[in-house]
């Protein structure tokens, strides 16, 4: 395991991070697609989509049993998972990977939750940081607007309700919200995120974000065609 | 009475200063008489006057049924099982122990983060690491590590459970195909990170060859030292509250 950290991989690691609703999703998925289509060797992976944490996760939250060091626990070990099994093996066989959420969502969240940020940096020392991270930076009451118009059944968490911030579930995801963008940006410097302005129009975003890809990533090397 | 304090990080939404009682861990490797000195304890404990609260590994509810899951597949990567079970640890700290501590409970712990961070180590995982991820669990007020010679561990072994275990031979750590050689050469591997802790976790040795009603004693003596103490601290700061008010 202390290996890896040195290691040069030939892969290259791309991450998407921003509030809900700041439309990141969208673009890494035309991402996705574009590199797809070019016939690059590409994968895609999603903050929290490992199965068997799934359910421990899942039940935590239906159950309200989780602190703030356990909510933080049980993400870094769904991470854990998906790292070591899934984003470490195609960086080391020469994958670009793509991540819709990385490291920096448990930061943020959980510093918002009162985690230690330092205690975060650790635990999370063993996931190397990306190549290229987008925040994808939007108005909080746009954001805000964009989330609570589509779905107005906010969940427990979602809405940051273990934090006490409001017994109304709304006015409590708007400060959560608030909070979570404040941590957001004061990791723009240290993790050299590249901001990007969530209030342009999709198409407009989309092309910002290949140039950047393009200039950044020797593209070339991950056709599939190329043998290594 | 003791104050409380952590490995250097404080868990959010942890009150430390209001945890009055007493955390006792007892550590050492399966067959070296935890369990059955921790009954012992209790009954003493509790005809002493002492409210007893016990905790073990793996017994919260939170991620229990998952992490049996994931061991009977063996399918998790050393750091994620270590990760799964520093949850498990957390929970169980957080929901138990806290609560016990605060009742003034002394809170016998069967086995307590040292082996977790020794099995993590062994299997790969950094010191370091290890470390800073368990930096906010609670110091206990005293941890008796239960040492054993190797060729009674194994005599011990056999003769309650007939078949050794595969996690405690550490079977997934690849040290032998053969179940006898890697049982041994796991339990050296863990017991060398133990000695290599000793010292920075200040454990008491505690010589687990002898009979049980011998360590006992030798437990009742070290734990009866461990509340005097407490209770010196507590009531000097009972006396000192009175006299501020």
Redo the contacts between chains.
């Keep these: ?2 290996r890896a950290m040195e290691e040069k991989l030939p892969g290259k690691l791309i991450a998407v991070e921003g509030l809900d609703g700041s439309g990141k999703s969208t673009q890494i998925h035309l991402v996705h697609q574009w590199l797809q289509s070019k016939g690059y060797r590409v994968f895609f992976s999603e903050w929290n989509s490992s199965v ?2 799934r ?2 996760t899942r ?2 939250k239906k159950r309200q ?6 909510f933080s ?2 993400h ?2 769904d991470f ?2 998906r790292y ?2 899934q984003i470490l093996p195609l960086l080391r066989a020469g994958y670009l990977v793509l991540c819709d959420r990385y490291i920096f969502t448990a930061f943020a969240r959980d510093a918002v ?4 940020p ?2 975060l940096r ?2 999370y ?2 996931a190397r940081i990306p190549d290229i991270t987008m925040l994808f930076r939007l108005p909080l009451a746009v954001a805000l607007e964009r989330i609570l118009e589509g779905r107005p059944q906010l969940k427990y968490f979602e809405a940051g309700m273990d934090l006490d911030l409001s017994p109304d579930p709304t006015e409590s995801f708007r400060i959560f919200q608030g909070r979570v963008l404040a941590e957001y940006l004061r990791m723009v410097d240290e993790f050299g995120f590249t901001v990007v302005d969530a209030t342009q129009t999709v198409h407009r975003q989309q092309t910002a974000v290949r140039r950047l890809i393009q200039d950044r990533v020797d593209l070339g090397f991950f056709h599939k065609r190329y043998i290594q | 009475m003791s104050p409380k304090h952590t490995y250097g990080m404080i868990p959010a939404g942890v009150d430390l200063g209001k945890l009055s009682g007493t955390l006792i861990a007892i550590e050492g490797p399966d067959s070296s008489g935890r369990s059955t000195q921790i009954a012992l304890l209790t009954q003493w404990l509790e005809e002493q006057g002492h409210a007893v609260a016990q905790v073990g590994l793996r017994r919260s509810s939170l991620v229990g049924p998952e992490l049996d899951k994931a061991k009977q597949g063996n399918i998790l990567s050393p750091r994620t099982l270590g990760l799964f079970y520093a949850t498990d640890f957390f929970d169980q700290m957080e929901n138990r122990i806290v609560p016990a501590l605060r009742a003034g409970f002394v809170v016998l712990a069967d086995r307590y983060i040292y082996t977790l961070m020794a099995r993590a180590i062994v299997r790969g995982a950094e010191p370091e690491w290890v470390a800073s991820v368990y930096s906010m669990a609670i110091v206990p007020d005293a941890v008796f590590y239960m040492t054993i010679s190797l060729s009674t561990l194994v005599q011990r072994t056999f003769q309650s459970h007939s078949e050794l275990d595969y996690w405690e031979s550490g079977m997934d750590c690849g040290l032998s195909r053969d179940w006898f050689q890697s049982f041994v050469r796991y339990q050296r591997k863990i017991r060398s990170e133990f000695f290599k802790m000793q010292k920075k976790y200040a454990f008491e040795l505690v010589n687990a060859n002898r009979s049980v009603a011998v360590v006992d004693r030798d437990l009742q003596g070290r734990i009866q030292l461990v509340l005097n103490q407490a209770e010196k601290l507590g009531a000097r700061r009972v006396s000192r509250g009175r006299v501020s008010q």
């Design positions: 395991m202390t068997l944490v359910e421990a039940k935590g049993l989780l602190t703030p060091t356990t626990l049980i870094a070990t854990a998972d070591e099994r939750r009162g985690c230690d330092a205690w650790k635990m020392g063993f």
